[in-house]
């Protein structure tokens, strides 16, 4: 790929494929979107969209899995961008590699966040007196970053032994959730209940309502691009990213519709679980009693802490790269890499910095934190559609041994028509009467990166970034090799 090797090669197959699944994180997912998708559409929309919306993600994780075969880079998406574009390589590259950092950054924000708010949830069960404020959700996500940052710190190794122990962590702790709605309760609702149809989003169209649902699944199903990241890292990384990616996708689709399931049926009453601010704890605690929902809850806090960290590690690798070809401030200080771990340590603080600069908000406003993280999903999935819309447009394109041969292109195009299908839904109105409280924020958080990524490239960095930088021929740059 034309640069001198400075990461260790520690991550097996099983671990690649650990760190997409963690950052995916059917607990996560699930737990913090599901009283979303109760009111927009519900149960038909969460079990049978939960369907669909894998499928189609499936299509998007085989067309990045064949970019990642080809390109097995830190740089990943912004990297491929810019080897797959005909002309402007370096726009291309320097425009992904913007909204994947944003997406990222806002993605472990969002992440420890909840997390943040579900711990207090749990202090406020254990505690009655306990009242959570958000002053306090934001010390205690900064306490997380702070923990995350120095796991991500030490050697790929740890980071490693961690991923495996939250793939285990999910999987069991998925078993155990799953069993206890199940077996527990004297009462689950009749086979019919799949079909039941709700639209409380205030908005009189149901068809639109229903479509709002989806957004639970997709809001699930990112940061598989993970794998990607952590491909120069990654024994037989041409094989084994993007097995990664589709092992993750294909795992967390199975096992998250299983979930899905469980929590649906153990509904009681609907319209108090749904109102309730936080609906899946609120029909754990019917179904199961409160001391019982407590311990199932340390599961999904555990889950969301490990997701975090997950999305910490990958930010950091792209963060790593993307310095590396000069497209960050201060670009040879992040992508320096510290001689006794192996890690790039620079890194690993900075992307523990941006988001605790994102959440800081929150002590102010949660609307504001909202408007600030909500360039998560819709910067990662455009960050996601234009090396796979730049590999449609060729037709030489150079695959590597992990390849879809002839359906290439057709699973790529099917791959960008519904991440643009999604974006628009990200960015479409959730809630009726709109406010400043329910007003989506995307749209204006999507403009606001765009337009700085714009005047900073129009300013300074269309004359210095050209896309990825080559070090020099095979031979040159394996004589460069620190390792």
Same mark, same amino acid.
Request: charged fraction near 10%; aromatic fraction near 14%; hydrophobic fraction near 55%.
């Given at each position: 790929m034309g640069y001198p090797r400075k990461l260790t090669r520690r991550f097996r197959a099983f671990d690649n494929f650990a760190?997409?699944?963690?950052?995916?994180?059917?607990?996560?997912?699930?737990?913090?979107?599901?009283?979303?998708?109760?009111?927009?559409?519900?149960?038909?929309?969460?079990?049978?969209?939960?369907?669909?919306v894998s499928i189609m993600v499936l299509f998007v994780g085989a067309a990045m899995g064949e970019i990642a075969s080809?390109?097995?880079?830190?740089?990943?998406?912004?990297?491929?961008?810019g080897k797959l574009a005909k002309?402007?390589?370096?726009?291309?590259?320097?425009?992904?590699?913007?909204?994947?950092?944003?997406?990222?950054v806002g993605g472990t924000a969002a992440t420890n966040f909840?997390?943040?708010?579900?711990?207090?949830? *749990?202090?406020?069960?254990?505690?009655?007196?306990?009242?959570?404020?958000?002053?306090?959700?934001?010390?205690?996500?900064?306490?997380?970053?702070?923990?995350?940052?120095?796991?991500?710190?030490?050697?790929?190794?740890l980071v490693a032994l961690v991923n495996r122990i939250s793939v285990w962590w999910l999987l069991i702790g998925m078993v155990v959730i799953v069993s206890a709605l199940a077996l527990v309760p004297d009462h689950h609702q009749p086979p019919s209940f799949a079909?039941? *149809?709700?639209?409380?989003?205030?908005?009189?169209?149901?068809?639109?309502?229903?479509?709002?649902?989806?957004?639970?699944?997709?809001w699930t199903f990112t940061g598989f691009d993970g794998s990607f990241h952590m491909s120069e890292e990654t024994v037989k990384a041409t094989v084994n990213a993007p097995r990664g990616i589709m092992r993750a996708?294909?795992?967390?689709?199975?096992?998250?519709?299983?979930?899905?399931?469980?929590?649906?049926?153990?509904?009681?009453?609907?319209?108090?679980?749904?109102?309730a601010e936080a609906p899946p704890v609120q029909i754990l605690v019917d179904a199961l009693g409160q001391s019982t929902a407590k311990f199932l809850l340390l599961i999904v806090i555990g889950a969301m802490l490990f997701c975090g960290l997950a999305n910490m590690t990958s930010n950091t690798r792209q963060i790593f790269a993307f310095s590396r070809d000069g497209a960050?401030?201060?670009?040879?200080?992040?992508?320096?890499?510290?001689?006794?771990?192996?890690?790039?340590?620079?890194?690993?603080?900075?992307?523990?910095?941006?988001?605790?600069?994102?959440?800081?908000?929150?002590?102010?406003?949660?609307?504001?934190?909202?408007?600030?993280?909500?360039?998560?999903?819709?910067?990662?999935?455009?960050?996601?559609?234009?090396?796979?819309?730049?590999?449609?447009?060729?037709?030489?394109?150079?695959?590597?041994?992990?390849?879809?041969?002839?359906?290439?292109?057709?699973?790529?195009?099917?791959?960008?028509?519904?991440?643009?299908?999604?974006?628009v839904l990200f960015m479409l109105p959730q809630a009726s009467p709109i406010t400043p409280a329910s007003f989506n924020y995307a749209p204006i958080a999507l403009a606001v990166v765009l337009v700085i990524a714009t005047v900073w490239w129009f300013a300074t960095a269309r004359r210095r970034f050209q896309g990825p930088v080559s070090y020099g021929r095979p031979d040159e740059v394996a004589a460069m090799d620190l390792i």
């Amino acid at each position: 790929m034309g640069y001198p090797r400075k990461l260790t090669r520690r991550f097996r197959a099983f671990d690649n494929f650990a760190i997409s699944f963690t950052i995916i994180n059917i607990i996560s997912g699930i737990f913090s979107s599901f009283g979303f998708g109760m009111n927009a559409g519900g149960p038909r929309i969460l079990i049978f969209g939960w369907i669909g919306v894998s499928i189609m993600v499936l299509f998007v994780g085989a067309a990045m899995g064949e970019i990642a075969s080809a390109y097995p880079t830190s740089g990943a998406l912004y990297f491929s961008a810019g080897k797959l574009a005909k002309r402007h390589q370096g726009a291309w590259s320097w425009y992904t590699g913007w909204l994947n950092f944003v997406g990222q950054v806002g993605g472990t924000a969002a992440t420890n966040f909840a997390a943040a708010t579900f711990i207090q949830a *749990f202090i406020a069960m254990q505690w009655p007196s306990y009242e959570p404020t958000a002053q306090q959700t934001v010390g205690i996500t900064a306490a997380i970053l702070l923990l995350q940052a120095l796991a991500n710190t030490y050697t790929v190794r740890l980071v490693a032994l961690v991923n495996r122990i939250s793939v285990w962590w999910l999987l069991i702790g998925m078993v155990v959730i799953v069993s206890a709605l199940a077996l527990v309760p004297d009462h689950h609702q009749p086979p019919s209940f799949a079909m039941h *149809f709700v639209n409380n989003t205030g908005f009189t169209h149901a068809i639109y309502g229903g479509m709002l649902g989806l957004l639970v699944t997709s809001w699930t199903f990112t940061g598989f691009d993970g794998s990607f990241h952590m491909s120069e890292e990654t024994v037989k990384a041409t094989v084994n990213a993007p097995r990664g990616i589709m092992r993750a996708i294909t795992y967390s689709a199975i096992t998250g519709l299983i979930l899905m399931l469980a929590l649906v049926y153990a509904i009681r009453d609907y319209g108090h679980a749904a109102s309730a601010e936080a609906p899946p704890v609120q029909i754990l605690v019917d179904a199961l009693g409160q001391s019982t929902a407590k311990f199932l809850l340390l599961i999904v806090i555990g889950a969301m802490l490990f997701c975090g960290l997950a999305n910490m590690t990958s930010n950091t690798r792209q963060i790593f790269a993307f310095s590396r070809d000069g497209a960050m401030p201060g670009s040879r200080w992040w992508h320096s890499v510290s001689a006794r771990t192996r890690t790039p340590v620079k890194a690993v603080w900075l992307a523990a910095a941006c988001p605790l600069v994102l959440v800081l908000p929150g002590w102010w406003s949660h609307t504001a934190f909202t408007a600030v993280v909500s360039v998560n999903v819709v910067g990662l999935f455009l960050a996601y559609a234009v090396p796979i819309f730049l590999r449609l447009r060729l037709d030489d394109f150079q695959a590597g041994p992990w390849n879809l041969g002839r359906y290439g292109k057709p699973v790529a195009a099917v791959a960008v028509a519904w991440i643009l299908i999604s974006n628009v839904l990200f960015m479409l109105p959730q809630a009726s009467p709109i406010t400043p409280a329910s007003f989506n924020y995307a749209p204006i958080a999507l403009a606001v990166v765009l337009v700085i990524a714009t005047v900073w490239w129009f300013a300074t960095a269309r004359r210095r970034f050209q896309g990825p930088v080559s070090y020099g021929r095979p031979d040159e740059v394996a004589a460069m090799d620190l390792i």
